[in-house]
């Protein structure tokens, strides 16, 4: 893949494709400090929505500035404190040949960072992990995952914000309450944010 491919998603939306989630970090952050013209700048896995765009040209001449190796600024730092007691904690320390320590130990070695929200409000999808340790999502997914569940699915993290179906393999939980619409900023995990997880 180019650096950048743009394609129409719409009338007035763009949809440009990147090659993994650094590079969708790096693409919205300078559309914005560029101050695109565009309702909404959504970063995904690998791709940026600019979406409310009036002139389609004019976003194409702009993003060529871009280049894929620009480091975005980086976000704010949350800890986020979990106690470790998930149903599938063992079955990943089996994974990496480890105990639950070990686990505990290499997840809060991490410094992870908030790529892009989906799934539901406030679910930040959180990159870092190694790719040696990414770990299946489960074959059948839960029917109910509480709030606060810490988890894992292929290299990705995540906090489940509310009570919800699921299938991503669980370490622990937090009580930190990661969406509410009462707050200037509601998804605690914005994308940019910085997360490190600490033992509660």
Do not use: I, K, N
């Amino acid at each position: 893949m180019s650096p950048l491919e743009l394609r129409p998603a719409g009338r007035r939306a763009v949809l440009a494709e990147v090659a993994d989630s650094a590079a969708a970090r790096s693409l919205a952050a300078y559309a914005r400090s560029a101050r695109v013209s565009a309702d909404e700048v959504v970063p995904g896995a690998r791709t940026v929505l600019f979406d409310g765009v009036p002139d389609t040209a004019a976003l194409s001449e702009l993003l060529a500035g871009w280049t894929p190796d620009e480091q975005p600024q980086r976000g704010q730092l949350v800890e986020v404190p979990v106690v470790y007691d998930g149903a599938d904690l063992h079955d990943v320390a089996a994974r990496w040949d480890t105990d639950a320590d070990g686990v505990v130990e290499r997840h809060g070695r991490v410094e992870f960072v908030s790529a892009f929200c989906g799934f539901a409000p406030g679910f930040a999808y959180l990159a870092g992990l190694p790719e040696e340790y990414a770990v299946p999502r489960l074959d059948r997914p839960r029917t109910r995952v509480p709030a606060g569940s810490v988890g894992l699915a292929g290299s990705w993290c995540g906090v489940y914000p509310s009570d919800s179906p699921g299938g991503w393999r669980l370490l622990g939980r937090t009580e930190l309450t990661l969406w509410d619409p009462g707050r200037s900023q509601p998804a605690l995990l914005a994308p940019g944010t910085r997360v490190r997880f600490v033992l509660a």
